[in-house]
């Protein structure tokens, strides 16, 4: 009986986390095209240097940041696959929409400060899954994007 | 130079699979190694555990008799005594290793049970002694247990169960109450196989004890008529073993050339109630 009901726990908590899980991925990923479509003026670049020939009134440092969180139905998925190997689908969805959240609210952040364009775009991923025990209770990471934003000369 | 920021599909960087078909998948695979692994686990456990000398056996368990507490009654050594001197004569008829022994304890229960376990150690239950027609009914319990001792079929349980409960140890990572849980697989059922050459061994016993098997197929009818009246469950000594009519049948055929009339059934010489 006991593990029967060990059994019924995990099973909701896998229902719960794809049902969950999987209206909260299509709901950001839609968010997501529509932000970008709406940021599609500000231009970003990873070249280091300055564009030739631009007038820039300043040159300011944006960064965008975002922590996303996986459910118990990946973090399950991707356990059985690190058994076996190969590609880890359910987090790749998760990544993507870390990095593409990222650049969205770096561009919010170059919009706000009247830029057009950010140059040397650079991303970083943390991963927060592990805690002192060194046990991996939840997977979640950090995605952080930052570059230098030019906000152009409006008297030339 | 121009700079511009063309459309990025974005497609590309995540697989479009279903993930709950994949997931079905892998969960379908894992778990059909784990079960191969279980039974290849299973098989080599109760070889290995057959393989261990009965000494060794009875060396660990002593005079512990695992799986049931032996509760005294009144006329315990009574019946005892005449418990162990019957299953002497029977594991004399046997051919029993003399390497191996064989000690009986009687029991009070409410149920009807007989079991062999670690260490040549058969307990029978007041009940069931209660129940016994005859001692040829008896007979057949003691030679079929015994039976069980001879082909180390207790110890092949505790190899086998002992190493399903490391695989499930290591499937959900507890490992906690292993220990407890390892005395009580004694008392798993054996499988049909086993019990139908057991029945075959207790046949041969009674018939080099009594010149005849008649009377062992009355032990199960008796115990069938025990049958919970409202939920159906058998008594413990016929729902652990195939209790089925194949099995009646099968020692109903073997007392075939037995005469009643000229060989009658030898009652049970100690009552049930002896002590009162």
Known sequence: ?156 | MSYENPDVPHEVNVSRDNALVEFLRLLAGVALVVLAIAAVLYLAGGWLARRIPFATESSWVGDRVLGIDVAPTDARDEIERYLQALSDDLAAAMQLPDSMSIRVHYTQADIPNAFATLGGHIAVTSELYRLMPSENALAMVLAHEIAHVKARDPIAALGSGASLALVFALVSGEADGLAPRLAGLVQLGYSRSVEREADREAVAALRAHYGHAGGGASLFEVLAEQQHPVTGALPTFLSTHPADAERIDELKRAAADWDAARRPLTPVRVPWDAGD
């Open chain 1, 1 to 156: 009986v006991e593990g029967i009901i060990q059994i019924g726990i995990f099973v909701v908590l896998l229902a719960v986390g794809w049902f969950a899980g999987r209206a909260a991925e299509k709901r950001h990923f839609r968010e997501l095209a529509e932000t970008e479509a709406s940021l599609r003026d500000i231009l970003v670049f990873n070249e280091r240097r300055l564009p030739p020939g631009g007038k820039f009134a300043r040159a300011t440092l944006v960064v965008g940041s975002v922590v996303i969180a996986e459910d118990y139905f990946k973090r399950i998925a991707a356990g059985l696959r690190s058994l076996v190997g190969g590609r880890i689908t359910v987090y790749e969805s998760l990544l993507d929409r870390g990095r593409r959240e990222a650049i969205v609210r770096m561009k919010q952040e170059a919009r706000e400060l009247g830029a057009t364009m950010v140059m040397n775009v650079r991303l970083e991923t943390a991963s927060m899954s592990e805690d002192q025990s060194g046990r991996a209770p939840m997977f979640s990471a950090e995605f952080i994007a930052y570059g230098t934003a030019l906000v152009p000369d409006r008297r030339s």
